[in-house]
């Protein structure tokens, strides 16, 4: 079973920046994808960003060119640098990693993900 912990949400102001960690443990290698997704209040989880083992990546339409997601392999760490944040990024980021062999459209939709963190909060005030 993988253990995951979100670091580095909190407050602030549109244009700001945030980076997001996720620290995993438990799990045997090699691992599945990894990513970040979102849920803002009333609505619908969304996927943020996944990485392939390999260092493919996917972005939501929303994100793509202001977050890029990164691993470090040797750290078991995931991180999301958030960069030019508006309002509509406001929500609970949750990490989520998946078992090997999981296909790469259930990593971004997130329904191949089998194990979840427990989110960190971001707001961004405008």
């Known amino acids: 079973q993988v253990q995951l912990v979100e670091s580095g949400g909190g407050s602030v102001q549109a244009g700001g920046s945030l980076r997001l960690s996720c620290a995993a443990s438990?799990?045997?290698?090699?691992?599945?994808?990894m990513g970040w997704f979102r849920q803002a209040p009333g609505k619908e989880r969304e996927g943020v960003a996944v990485?392939?083992?390999?260092?493919?990546?996917w972005y939501g339409a929303s994100v793509k060119g202001r977050f890029t997601i990164s691993q470090d392999n040797g750290k078991n760490t995931l991180s999301l640098q958030m960069n030019n944040l508006n309002a509509e990024d406001t929500a609970m980021y949750y990490c989520a990693a998946a078992t090997y062999g999981t296909s790469w459209l259930g990593c971004w939709k997130g329904s191949g993900m089998s194990s979840w963190g427990k989110g960190t909060l971001v707001t961004v005030s405008s």
């Open positions: 438990g799990y045997t290698y090699p691992s599945g994808c």
């Open positions: 990485i392939s083992i390999a260092g493919t990546t």
